[in-house]
């Protein structure tokens, strides 16, 4: 709960605390791995968060969300081939992605870029 207060409150050290500690308590969780990257994204930097999610993704490696917003950072980053094959496999994993993306301020740069298995 209090993550989710943190969140809402833009209180990214806070937020980016208490997530850490609970990925320490409950490593199986893949939430809690998702909110540590988001606030570190706010609180520190696009690859802080994005180091903490390469890390994950062999404990999750069937976790679309991972991917997502893998492909996200490195749309922010300007790694636009990086970013297209993970958004591939998010797709991959769960197609429901596919309108999320659509809309995401992230991906942006990926406009004109087609996401369907060449």
Do not use: H
């Not at 208490?18 to 994204?41: K, M």
């Not at 297209?84 to 740069?109: C, M, T």
Request: negative net charge.
């Amino acid at each position: 709960m209090r993550v989710d207060i943190y969140c809402r409150l833009q209180k990214w050290d806070l937020m980016r605390e208490i997530a850490g500690r609970l990925c320490e308590f409950d490593p199986t969780n893949v939430q809690w791995v998702i909110s540590y990257a988001y606030a570190s994204r706010r609180a520190e930097s696009v690859n802080a968060a994005r180091n903490i999610l390469i890390n994950a993704l062999p404990k999750f490696p069937q976790e679309s969300i991972i991917y997502y917003n893998l492909a996200c950072y490195d749309a922010v980053v300007g790694d636009l081939r990086a970013a297209r094959e993970y958004l591939k496999k998010a797709f991959e994993i769960d197609s429901n992605w596919r309108s999320q993306a659509l809309g995401d301020e992230d991906l942006k740069p990926l406009c004109g870029i087609t996401w369907e298995a060449e």
